[in-house]
């Protein structure tokens, strides 16, 4: 993991395309942290320039470099809609691999950290104790050591920071963990409805899978509020303490819920576009890719749309005609088995770290191409 200088683009891209091709590096990190003007001038970086990071991922994208995006909540000056936006403009310039979140926390000596500027932002914090993902739940370090994690500020007060924590998870699961990224991102190129819209949309919806989710991460949210841990610790779950958003879609297929969670997302996506076909199409490739255990090796999904190849168009930068035509799939899954759970939770603990394209399985178009479809 290499952290890149600012404000050198040519070097910085020259730098991490060597790296990239030489040494199997994990990733080019793209250190935005935000994109609202005022917040970037309260911790003093607005002497780096956004348009910086938008070229870095514009190159990165077309050579297929992996990228990451950093982004912290809580930063002082930021409120939920902020926040929201900084992940939305990350994504609509070109970060379809993985935003890294990260929790604002107050170090000692360091600006922030003075009461003159506690005061001014109105920054309200709790002791974290700190854990690193995927450790063992019965890991116990000989000193604990703990962050002052910060949990409000005046311009996000603590309902919406709880708000704003959420919509990390789901951003997460939603997107970056791959469960919907093939319909949001269609939902946002063909009919101008932002990431933001749709999370916010699922969120919303009264169906019961959905709302169980929500639920769950809302309470763990306010919990951390009163000073419990990052990471979920779930013993019926193996004896990893998990991310959030990975709890959350271990808990949809242990349960046997994911199915019915695709199926109340079918009518809160069709809502937002006038049922559209080609999104339904996106969602159901979507829902067949997803790299979990109980699966068949193979399968074949036939759709109206060549909804993969438009995908994989965005991801590179590009634009491809979204015509109608029916398309048949090959789901390939045997490059990751999963012959039991636990094989699976250490898949997930790779991705996490690795490479979150790893979410999804391999597919492939067969057959001939047929005649278009008319209404």
């Not at 730098?15 to 003007?37: E, M, R, V, W």
């Not at 959350?248 to 006038?274: K, M, N, P, S």
């Amino acid at each position: 993991s290499v952290q890149s200088t600012k404000n050198a683009t040519e070097r910085a891209y020259r730098i991490q395309k060597l790296l990239n091709d030489s040494l199997n590096a994990y990733g080019a990190t793209l250190a935005l942290q935000s994109t609202n003007p005022q917040t970037l001038s309260n911790i003093r970086r607005e002497n780096i320039s956004s348009d910086t990071y938008v070229e870095l991922q514009r190159r990165f994208s077309r050579d297929g470099v992996y990228t990451y995006t950093d982004i912290i909540l809580g930063l002082p000056g930021e409120s939920y809609g902020d926040f929201a936006d900084s992940l939305g403009k990350a994504i609509s310039d070109g970060q379809h691999n993985h935003v890294q979140f990260h929790n604002c926390s107050l170090l000692v000596n360091a600006e922030m950290a003075q009461p003159d500027y506690v005061a001014r932002f109105g920054i309200r914090t709790v002791p974290q104790l700190i854990r690193n993902p995927h450790q063992s739940i019965d890991d116990v370090n000989e000193v604990e050591e703990h962050l002052p994690t910060v949990i409000a500020t005046d311009a996000m007060p603590e309902r919406d920071w709880v708000r704003s924590k959420m919509y990390w998870w789901l951003a997460d699961l939603f997107y970056f963990d791959r469960m919907l990224q093939l319909p949001l991102a269609l939902l946002e190129a063909e009919h101008d409805i932002p990431i933001r819209t749709s999370i916010e949309a699922i969120v919303a919806a009264e169906s019961p899978t959905i709302a169980g989710l929500v639920d769950r991460l809302r309470r763990h949210a306010e919990a951390i509020q009163h000073g419990g841990p990052e990471y979920v610790s779930e013993p019926a779950y193996g004896d990893l303490i998990l991310p959030a958003d990975q709890h959350g879609l271990v808990t949809l297929v242990l349960t046997r819920q994911l199915d019915a969670f695709y199926e109340e997302v079918a009518g809160v996506l069709g809502g937002l576009c006038d049922d559209d076909v080609a999104v339904s199409d996106a969602l159901e490739l979507n829902a067949a890719l997803l790299r979990v255990p109980f699966r068949p090796p193979t399968s074949t999904l036939v759709v109206s749309h060549p909804v993969l190849e438009y995908h994989q168009a965005l991801l590179r930068g590009e634009r491809i005609e979204l015509e109608e035509r029916l398309v048949p799939y090959v789901i390939d899954r045997t490059a990751k088995p999963f012959p039991t759970v636990e094989a699976w939770f250490e898949h997930l603990v790779w991705c996490h770290g690795k490479d979150k394209r790893g979410y999804l399985n391999e597919a492939r178009p067969t057959g001939a191409r047929t005649s278009v479809l008319t209404a």
